[in-house]
C-alpha cells in the first residue's frame, strides 16, 4: 500500500510540473501586459507627461502575436517611446522589429542597445544564471547598425554612450545613456556630468541596471533611470519574486518603479517582453511593456 501511494505522489507531482512547464512555456509567456506607474519627478503645476518604455524584444521573426501586441500600443498615445535594448534574437529579426515599432516610430523616442543586437543567444544551462560570475557566451553577430540607422533615420536619439535633449510633450528633455555595461561596452564618464538647468526633465537610459552607471547618473542628478536586462527574473517564485537579475541589481528590484538607494532618483526597470530562444518559458513573470506618466513631485 505504501508503495503504491508514493507511486502516485511521484506521478501527481510529475503531471504538475509538466503541466506548469507547459503553461510557462504556451501560455505565460505570450501574456502580455501593460503596466502602469505614476513617475513623481515634474515640476509643481506641470502637466503630465506619458513615457512608453519597451525592453527585451528578443524578436525572432515569426513572432507575429508580440508584433501586433506592440504595434497597437501606439495606442497608448505616448510622448516619449524609450526603447532599453535586446531587440532581436535572431540575425532575420529586423523586419520584426520594425513591424512591431513601426506605428511608434514617428513619436518622439530614444533607444540604446544590449547584448542581444550585437551577437545573438546561444545555448546555456538556465541554472547558470544563478552563478555571481558566470562566463558569457555570445553567438552569431546580428545586424545592430542596421537596426540602429532605421531607429536614428526615424529621429530617434541614439544614446548609447551620448547625450542629448529631444523634445517631446511641450517639454525639453535631457537624456544621457550608455551602451550595455553586461558587456563592458558602458562608457558613462564620457557622457557624464551635472544635469542641466535649461530642460524640464532629466532622463537616464542603460540597459543593464549595473550599479556603477545608475549611482552615475543618480549623481549626475537625473530624476529618472530607465532599465531592462532582468527578465523581471523571469522564473520567479510566488509571493518571493525574483531568483536573479543577472546582473549586481538586488533581486527586489528585478522590475518595477523603484527609489535608487542615497538618492533622489527613481528606477524603472521593465522586465521585458520577450524571453531567451532556448528557454522560451516565464513564469509568475509576465512579459511586460510599462507606461510611465510623469506628475508633479
Not at 524640464?200 to 552607471?213: F, I
Request: contains cysteine.
Amino acid at each position: 500500500m505504501r508503495k503504491r501511494s508514493l507511486i502516485s505522489a511521484a506521478a501527481t507531482l510529475t503531471a504538475l510540473g509538466g503541466a506548469t512547464l507547459a503553461y510557462a512555456a504556451l501560455v505565460e509567456r505570450n501574456m502580455f501586459t501593460l503596466r502602469r506607474f505614476d513617475v513623481p519627478v515634474l515640476e509643481p503645476d506641470a502637466e503630465p507627461l506619458r513615457i512608453l518604455h519597451l525592453s527585451d524584444l528578443h524578436m525572432m521573426p515569426g513572432q507575429r502575436r508580440k508584433q501586433e501586441w506592440v504595434a497597437a500600443l501606439a495606442g497608448a498615445d505616448p510622448d516619449l517611446v524609450v526603447v532599453t535594448g535586446d531587440n532581436m534574437a535572431d540575425p532575420d529579426a529586423i523586419p520584426g522589429v520594425l513591424r512591431a515599432l513601426d506605428p511608434l516610430l514617428g513619436l518622439p523616442g530614444a533607444f540604446v542597445f544590449g547584448s542581444n543586437d550585437y551577437r545573438g543567444p546561444v545555448w546555456k544551462n538556465p541554472l547558470q544564471y544563478l552563478l555571481p560570475d558566470r562566463e558569457y557566451v555570445q553567438g552569431v553577430d546580428l545586424p545592430a547598425e542596421d537596426l540602429r540607422a532605421r531607429f536614428v533615420d526615424a529621429g530617434w536619439a541614439d544614446l548609447n554612450n551620448a547625450r542629448t535633449v529631444v523634445k517631446a510633450g511641450g517639454r525639453s528633455i535631457e537624456m544621457a545613456g550608455v551602451d550595455d555595461p553586461h558587456i563592458e561596452r558602458d562608457d558613462y564618464p564620457s557622457v557624464a556630468g551635472p544635469i542641466s538647468s535649461g530642460a524640464d526633465l532629466h532622463l537616464g537610459v542603460t540597459h543593464t541596471p549595473a550599479k556603477r552607471v545608475l549611482d552615475g547618473m543618480a549623481a549626475d542628478g537625473f530624476a529618472l533611470l530607465l532599465a531592462g536586462h532582468t527578465h523581471g527574473g523571469q522564473v520567479c517564485v510566488p509571493v518571493y519574486g525574483a531568483l536573479t537579475t543577472n546582473c549586481d541589481l538586488p533581486t527586489s528590484m528585478a522590475k518595477g518603479l523603484h527609489r535608487w538607494p542615497g538618492s533622489d532618483a527613481f528606477l524603472h526597470v521593465s522586465a521585458g517582453l520577450g524571453t531567451h530562444p532556448t528557454a522560451p518559458i516565464r513564469f509568475a513573470c509576465r512579459p511586460e511593456a510599462s507606461l510611465l506618466t510623469l506628475i508633479p513631485r
